[in-house]
């Protein structure tokens, strides 16, 4: 990745001006939208009440009802400070600047899993043996599911929240990489490229423009006609481009009406999991 983005320097260059870029998008505190920072926190809500739905479902085998009140004596105070400091450095950062991707939640799960176990114990399960079978088979259930087949095609849902919370949107991330290069290659080079995809996993502009950095890439923050084109990225040798874009990278809704009526002749190069490709070809 690194040596496709030009080398470690344009790399580092690169991944630091991404997250200074994520920050001031998501986070309140920095000039980010309160809607933004209102979706960033439920999605981490969601990424972590997956991670631990296996211990969850242990909680249908209770002997008793849990109260919250009593929960406080399942830790003596000196370990309630151990996770504290364990769990607020990585809350902060989760909920309170930038995450959009569930393995920045990760390292919030040991402890939090700790404290379920700990809550479970003291809550007396009435079997183990029923509890944790039902766990393993909750977690191998959820990790496996066809999320895809119920997605949204024009915004993210929670269906898309849960797949990318489990092993398969590798696969249909590395599916899409191999199908937009491919169709990348019935471009010329020299047509700038307008991005009006922000999902978080690629093809979007944070990806294109580090795993193609010899294409010409214009950012739109969405596919309203009112939104004017955000950034352009360019290699170094490359002119700013004097002409509008000729090709668009698109959700799975395809090419947006006004763009469409403008360019009658785009016709669609390549399309994947809810991305399309489209271009005005010669």
């Not at 700790?114 to 007396?124: F, R, V, Y």
Request: charged content about 20%; some cysteine.
């Amino acid at each position: 990745m690194a040596e496709s983005a030009g080398g470690w320097t344009q790399f580092r260059s690169l991944s630091r001006e991404n997250y200074l870029w994520a920050i001031r998008t998501t986070s309140l505190f920095f000039g980010g939208s309160p809607q933004l920072h209102y979706f960033t926190i439920r999605e981490n809500g969601f990424f972590i009440v997956f991670g631990l739905l296996g211990l969850v479902t242990a909680f249908a085998f209770l002997r008793r009802p849990p109260r919250l009140r009593r929960l406080a004596s399942v830790l003596p105070s000196h370990d309630w400070l151990l996770f504290a400091a364990w769990l607020l450095p990585g809350m902060t950062a989760v909920f309170l600047l930038h995450s959009n991707k569930p393995g920045y939640v990760l390292l919030l799960i040991p402890p939090l899993a700790l404290l379920l176990t700990k809550a479970l114990s003291w809550l007396e399960v009435r079997s183990w043996t029923a509890a944790v079978a039902a766990g393993l088979l909750m977690t191998a259930a959820v990790q496996n599911l066809p999320y895809e087949r119920w997605m949204r095609k024009d915004l993210p849902d929670i269906f898309y929240l849960a797949l990318r919370s489990t092993p398969g949107i590798l696969r249909h991330v590395e599916r899409n990489q191999e199908r937009l290069a491919a169709g990348l290659e019935k471009i010329p080079r020299s047509s700038p490229i307008e991005v009006f995809r922000t999902y978080n996993e690629g093809p979007n502009i944070s990806t294109v423009r580090v795993d193609f950095p010899k294409r010409i890439w214009i950012s739109r923050l969405s596919e309203d006609t009112t939104t004017f084109p955000h950034t352009t990225y360019r290699p170094a040798e490359e002119p700013v481009p004097n002409h509008p874009a000729t090709a668009w990278l698109c959700t799975g809704t395809g090419l947006p009406a006004w763009v469409a009526k403008q360019h009658p002749r785009a016709q669609r190069i390549t399309e994947g999991l809810h991305f399309q490709l489209y271009a005005e070809l010669p």
